[in-house]
């Protein structure tokens, strides 16, 4: 197996940092002091590398994507383009100079996009649509499983919950004077944060064609003291470098599995066309014109697989990182839809920890194609996919196990890519994959066997076991497909 850059310079350093650290000395001698401080900058720069790696961050990008250029504009072209403003009346063409101190901090803090601000949005019935990654951590995930429900679900967990619904009666009873900004406070007892206190400004927005079609809402949240405060922020920061982690990895591993033989022997086994697996019993395969759930969709591979066979599926493409799903619905481009009225695959931003919304017992099948592992307990989803299903459903679980050897499927995965003659173009992707792999997920893909898996589904409400291998993917991997 290759060593990857990543590990070279982060994970195989086990020299303590501090004993090797020198003072620098004051000296006459400029070049000796340059030196020392040099050196005193390669320490602080290696100690900075070993505590990186204590801490299992993400390995960096690769340094060609790290700068992003500034742009400046050649002055004549800019003066050229100033010439035509001058012969505009443009508003705020002649502004007054712009002071930090008397502009820019009497404005103050604006809490709009920030990732770091909770802020969620609904439609313009009150109803929710969405929230972002903040508000779940500040909030205690108050609004997971409740898309679509009035705002009031949420009203009720405040504190103050009385005293906004007599605001919210007042402030915006009248249809025809809706406020385009409103201010309130609201008060919130978190179960992680204790007592909180937020300024929630709802803006109007309107949809393209200038009528309200919601409300974004930004919550600026006061904690009881600095070191609460300090705690959400690292909570926060967890989840969102978990988030991260799921980008980047989108961007290598759908590069890189795609090029093997491997992966697509997975999915096809997974939707019983050909295993390569020998078992008494094949899994059956997917039958035309079925509804299917595909549980953690990442980019696309098994959604575009199943539509592109033509069999008449309707597939329902549940993911919630952002960069999967663009790479999703670039994928399907061909066979998107926003309706479930015909074949296609419709992509939703959707954590498959809750899957309210979506209709009970009208789903033929539902896959978690390696995506269990990522779940911190997969039974809540297990049990509501339980419910989504028809009476004749079926769930198939595949993904790693307990005796799985990560560095026998990666090694497939690198003589695959040898094979296609890939391997040069994709180096740098196989190392992110396998890094990530090793280094952030693994402490969650040993976690279950065969029959851990289908006492999960079991205690989930199934009943049958249609199908379980401890041998697909390179023989690294289980496959449990169950019935109710
Ligand atoms: C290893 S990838 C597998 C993707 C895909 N099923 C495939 O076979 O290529 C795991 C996927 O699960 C997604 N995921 C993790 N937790 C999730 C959650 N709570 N809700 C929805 N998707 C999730 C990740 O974003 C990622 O796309």
């Not at 390569?276 to 098994?302: C, E, H, M, Q, W």
Request: net charge positive; glycine share 4%.
């Amino acid at each position: 197996m290759s060593t990857s850059g990543w590990e070279q310079k982060h994970m195989v350093k086990t020299r303590k940092p501090a004993t090797k650290r020198r003072r620098i000395k004051a000296s006459s001698n400029n070049s000796a002091a340059d030196h020392d401080l040099q050196e005193q900058l390669r320490i602080l720069r290696e100690e900075n590398d070993i505590l990186r790696s204590s801490q299992q961050l993400t390995p960096p990008v690769s340094s060609q994507h790290d700068a992003v250029p500034t742009r400046l504009l050649p002055h004549e072209v800019r003066h050229e383009r100033a010439r035509v403003a001058d012969s505009m009346p443009i508003p705020g063409r002649n502004a007054p100079y712009f002071s930090l101190v008397n502009d820019f901090l009497t404005i103050g803090f604006i809490p709009w996009a920030d990732p770091l601000v909770p802020a969620y949005f609904l439609d313009k019935n009150y109803r929710i649509v969405d929230w972002n990654t903040a508000f779940g951590v500040a909030y205690d995930r108050t609004m997971e499983g409740r898309r679509g429900l009035s705002v009031l679900e949420w009203v009720y967990f405040l504190d103050n919950y009385e005293e906004c619904m007599r605001t919210a009666t007042k402030d915006f009873g009248d249809p025809n004077n809706l406020p385009r900004l409103h201010v309130e406070t609201i008060h919130y007892t978190s179960l992680r944060y204790g007592r909180t206190t937020a300024t929630k400004r709802a803006y109007q927005m309107p949809g393209d064609n200038g009528e309200v079609l919601g409300w974004l809402v930004t919550l600026d949240v006061n904690f009881k003291d600095m070191p609460t405060r300090l705690q959400f922020n690292r909570d926060l920061l967890g989840t969102l470098r978990r988030d991260l982690t799921w980008s980047e990895y989108a961007l290598s591993y759908d590069r890189v599995l795609n090029s093997t033989k491997v992966y697509p022997d997975l999915l096809n086994h997974i939707i019983g066309e050909y295993s390569p697996v020998r078992t008494r019993r094949p899994l059956a395969k997917i039958r035309a014109n079925s509804r299917i759930l595909d549980l953690g969709a990442g980019t696309g591979n098994l959604s575009l697989l199943l539509a592109s066979q033509l069999r008449d599926h309707v597939v329902f493409a549940l993911e919630n990182n952002r960069t999967m799903l663009d790479l999703l619905r670039a994928k399907c481009s061909r066979f998107l839809r926003s309706d479930d009225h015909g074949p296609g695959v419709l992509a939703i931003k959707q954590d498959v920890n809750t899957l309210y919304g979506l209709p009970e017992a009208s789903f033929d099948y539902a896959i978690l194609n390696n995506v269990a592992y990522a779940l911190d307990d997969p039974l809540p989803c297990f049990r509501q996919v339980r419910d989504l299903l028809t009476p004749e459903g079926e769930i198939r679980v595949s993904g790693p196990q307990r005796k799985t050897k990560l560095e026998e499927l990666f090694a497939q995965i690198s003589r695959d890519l040898k094979s296609s003659r890939r391997m040069d173009e994709l180096k740098e992707d196989y190392n992110r994959v396998w890094d990530i792999n090793r280094y952030i997920l693994s402490s969650n893909l040993y976690r279950w066997s065969v029959d851990d898996m289908k006492g999960m589904l079991k205690s989930a409400g199934f009943t049958e076991i249609e199908y379980d291998t401890d041998s697909a993917y390179a023989g690294q991997a289980m496959i449990v497909a169950a019935r109710k």
